[in-house]
């Protein structure tokens, strides 16, 4: 097993130790003095790389501000880093693997050799084998068992096998193919399968069985009740489900005896984490859903971006300025989440997706040496779309007392255009930033004649940070732009923090655990009572009420 190169520890380092007088000094500085200060700060204070705009002018730094957190990513070994992944390094030591999500959308040209093998045509070989099953499903020449026409899409799967899908559909359903229904099953929760089938015909049914190893507990048992409710529903004949399921898989084995014809299984491999994989066959949804071009043009986007994070200079380079911001207030402002809201409704999705993105990411205790972590990792990531959250959450944010820095998402041009609607929409995403940056001061308040009692409840203290994303409108090959620009980030700040970003080993005692009390609920014997008091307790009521 790979095993990692010592690094100084993080809150050892020069550009650290640097940062942390620095922050002595400009912590209590204000933007509305950092604005005053520079009238072309809102200018200067911006990067535009492949279509996509960075305004970070509205976060708490100055020139020695960016200037040291470049250095801590040099003295961190990022450069390094990035050269490492994007060449098939296994960076993720704990596994012994490549980290190669990169790989997925790089195009035919490129080489990228794992344990001796170009990994770049097998990756095209899945891709145009999906495109022609998709394009078989959309045109109606692929047939159910009764010779009916597939109308409904079911995707079955968990973590990153559904985050990815789901937020994919509903980020492009505008491209969508609309004669087709398509619905995705995650939770182990019966309710979520009973619902998801609620209203379709097994006859019209395609199931896409998202699983690596075929085995993960949650997607194999939703699966198997969605094959007793497709033969139930096509007269309990064995042969319907090869033509209603197909494989997301890598186990011939196991996919072949759930009765799934092994040509119709789409693989993929141990260097693609789950969470890093929408790009990857797990894009299976996808693609039927928006059809093989416009999922090439996804890729496109991803690739376009991780051009961008592997070449440019730090100071432009767009995933980089987000990563060691996100540090910085991690780090040294104490800030314990980021909020994402992005103003375009498609995106309805998109916050949850990049909380497994983030967290499963960077949560971690313990650096690629085993020791333990210096500084705080992982910072929660949350969102809703805007301009929902102004009416929930934002309150919290403009004059609440935990510091919570924001990123703003949106577009140039909407594609539904419906009267004042997008320019009102775009008029909030500036306006709060304006908001949170700049506030209202008591004077303010009191200017606009305010009762004397009420002026403390008006003010704004402002100097709350934020960034503003915007790019020209949602296509698929800005959503690929997008999701890479928050792939990289993650992995910014996990080189700066010396983590393991692509393990999730926390995932997995909750996992072992489960297993064995599912056991103990469904046994006839008594269970032998080897837990805790509390969870010997809860297992016992579960037990005699169930």
Known sequence: MQTATKLVPLTERAAWKALQTHFQQIHETHLRQLFDGDPGRGERYTAEAVGIFLDYSKNRINDETLKLLIALAEESGLREKIEAMFRGDKINITENRAVLHVALRAPKTESIVVDGED??????????????????????????HTGKKIRNVVNIGIGGSDLGPVMAYEALK??????????????????????AVQDLKADE????????????LETMTNAHSAREWSLAGLGGDEKAVAKHFVAISTNAKEVSKFGIDTENMFGFWDWVGGRYSMDSAIGLSTMLAIGPENFRAVLAGFHAMDVHFRTTPF?????????????????????????????EQYLKRFPAYLQQLTMESNGKHVTLDGTHVTAETGPIYWGEPGTNGQHSFYQLIHQGTRLIPCDFIGFYKTLNPLGRHHDMLMANVFAQAEALAFGKTAEQVKAEGTAEALVPHRVFEGNRPSNTILTEKLTPEVLGKLVALYEHNVFTQGAIWNIDSFDQWGVELGKVLATRILGELESSSDPDGSHDTSTNHLIKKYRQNK
Do not use: C
Not at 180 to 188: I, K
Not at 205 to 216: D, E, G, I, P, R
């Open 315 to 343: 100071e432009k380079n767009l995933p980089v300025l987000l990563g060691l911001l996100t540090v910085w207030y991690t780090d040294f402002f104490n800030a314990q989440t980021v909020a994402i809201l992005p103003y």
């Open 205 to 216: 049914t395609l199931f896409l069985v998202a699983s690596k190893t075929f085995t993960t």
């Open 174 to 195: 505008h491209y969508s193919q609309r004669d087709l229904v398509f619905r995705f099953v995650s939770n182990v929760d019966g309710s979520d399968f009973a619902e």
């Open 119 to 144: 990994v770049i045509p097998a990756v095209h070989e899945v891709l145009d084998k999906m495109s022609g099953f998709a394009n078989r499903v959309r045109s109606g020449e692929w047939k159910g």
